[in-house]
């Protein structure tokens, strides 16, 4: 296995994370947060996917890392990192922001409220030129409709026609493509120029395929060797952390490792469930193809005093703590209660 | 000699301007500071087969999309951020072909483009789309829509001869950022590298960018740092909306630019739209502060909220109300008859002119189609100018902080 030239960026190990977590306290009153927690009608001692989503992603910013996020959950993830375990974490948005700290949720990258307390807040040129691709930026936080082994992200559409043949609407069929999603806006230039990439997807076999039918961004080593990022002329990044609704995924490039390969399941989820909703061969860090019963760490659980901060001071209004998964939708549908897991200790 | 005027009514200056199957650059980002004003009175003008262009200002092009008129797309995104995945009529309109051209970039590659025709470079580089699927991807290609025609001219004067060029880079990587250091070098001893965050960029065995050098051979087939070549945008027409524009042009953007200035000064021909037209004075007692030169102004037009439903900053907010009716009426783009109604919509909606528009149709949005049932429901039930100054700004943060946004 050749290691890759590069330096690594490190991402912090479920024991570092539980370590920093263990030590954090909001400042925020039990009182307090149980009459919030009322008011909104949600327990105060379980949480949502969405919760546990924002949660763990922020615990795997690392350190002061500037990221280059977009709307929804890293919008949750950032917020949350910067009042909780990691406060000199810094956010750049597409639209120009540097820096900014959000008062009020932005709905979009270009929404006014994500400009709030920005040291500067220019142009789109400036976003992708000055900051990033000067090198100002560490990770980025981004979503799709496929992920694939190698942490390809497909945002653009779904064709019939196989690869490099796609219907290109002009092609005389009088029909485009299959399916059309949103194109890639900042997402491939944010895949190609930060050290690592948090990618954000539900889990769905179909959605996890071997490889995605369209590369619109390189959130990770793009492929083995002689098929990587840096084989196609990329001077930077390759690491990838995938956050689904079911685990998180990691692969380790200065290792040689360009796959994506399991890190940890997300409570009350089955490693079965896991390898059901991927295409691939699973495997764990060491290589080894994973089987339902082996052993594999869990993700750790969100703490009370996180739970206060997401709610109270990131998302108080539950824009977007109130989304639900599919999996969360089937579950309320079947059990007739909603999806919710408990805070351990 | 006096300067002639550049002042006109909405209705002179899209008809001037805006031409079938010439590509029109439409300013503004999603929610924010979106020329509105412009497409809808293309759409009162019905004009048909449009080219829009577009860094993610998915807001006027989902409205021509809705109204039927759009033939040629060259875009980045077409989501509607947290409240739509994809905007629905522009989604139907692609996968049916009644939208017969798509061409993808990414937010840089046409900011890059943008860029280069701001400064009428004859290109740009950057390091985005490269090893992705969007190098290979070239809808105009396919259409015989590049090159030059028998004459020897451009096929289409607005569409390069190519996507892009990949080359190998004639400086060597010399020019890569974090700037390649050497500690040992006789003009400073022990130099630091930049200062530059990145991390993976930043080091490799030593010495920066030599791993890349041997091992980047796809495109050319040489091993060598390569470069990605993006040639101008320059597009027809530029319309862009900013918050005052002085007698003779000059304009001045408050809030967030998103990929404005480089737009405007990019296009053969500028329209600028305003809230307000001020005494050129006005803004040249702060020239620091204007991002849009007079001289490559075309038409001016005074279109207060103009920008509706879009944020202008600092002086209203989104009326995040509409978006909540509209993705529910977009649903009827599923059909040919629904496309139909949608279009009815439209047409109906934004009145005979902007003042008509305002006053009469902001508010009263309501949709129906087989099962699709929309209506603009606002918490206060306000209509026209009564629900627009609902959404004035806050002066401390340029939006309605308080602004119900239900999701």
New interface residues.
Partial sequence: MSKNAIIPVHIPTVEEIEERVRSFSSGISDADYEAYCKENDVPPDEFTTMELLAIASSTMIPNGASMFIGTGLPVLTMTLAQHTINPDAIIVMEAGMLDPHFEHIPVSVADIRGAYMASTALSMMDAFGTYEQRGYVTGGGLGGAEYDEYGNINATGLWEAPRNQWTSIASGTGKGPNVVFTGSGGSNPIGAQSDFILSVMVQEKRRFPYSVQFKTTLAAARGPEGESRWDYGIPRGGKGLMVSDLCIMENFPEEGINDMRLRSVHPDVSLKDVIDNVMWELKDKSGKVLKPTDDIPTTPTPSHEQLKVLRMIVDPTRIYLKRKTVREVAYEKEHGKPWRVKVKG | MARASKIMSIKEAVSKFVKPHRAWVVGG????RTNASIPREVIRQNIPNLYLQT??GATPVMMMAGAGQLDWIE?????L???Q??SYE??KG????N????M??????W??R??AGRFGMQFAT?????????I?????G??GLRGKNEKGMWVHPDIPPARQV?MDDPFD?WG???HQYDPENKWSLGDTP?T??????????GIF????RK?????TGKAA??AVLYPPAIPYLATTHVQRCGTEGTARIE????????QSLSAKYLVIAAEKIVPEEELRFRPSENQIPMIHVDAIVETPWGGYPT?V?YMYDYD?MWWKFYIQANRSADTPDGRKALAEYWHNIVGKDEWDFLQNKVGTDKFEFGKIKAKYECPSGATGFARLYELIADTK???K?DQY?P?
């Fill in positions: 980002f999603g929610y924010t860094n993610a875009m980045t995104f077409i989501g951020e947290t409240i995945p994809v522009i989604r692609l996968e049916d072909g939208i017969s051209a798509y993808l970039f990414s937010n840089y590659s900011a890059l943008t860029h950057g390091m985005t789309d490269i090893g992705s699927d969007l290979e991807y070239d809808v105009f396919k259409a990949i990587g890569l950022r974090p930049d530059t965050w990145n991390k993976t960029a930043a080091e490799e065995d960018y030599e791993k890349l091992q980047a051979s796809k495109y740092v390569k809030g967030l630019l998103v990929p404005d200035v480089e944020n900053t995040w943060y340029g939006y902080p946004r999701i």
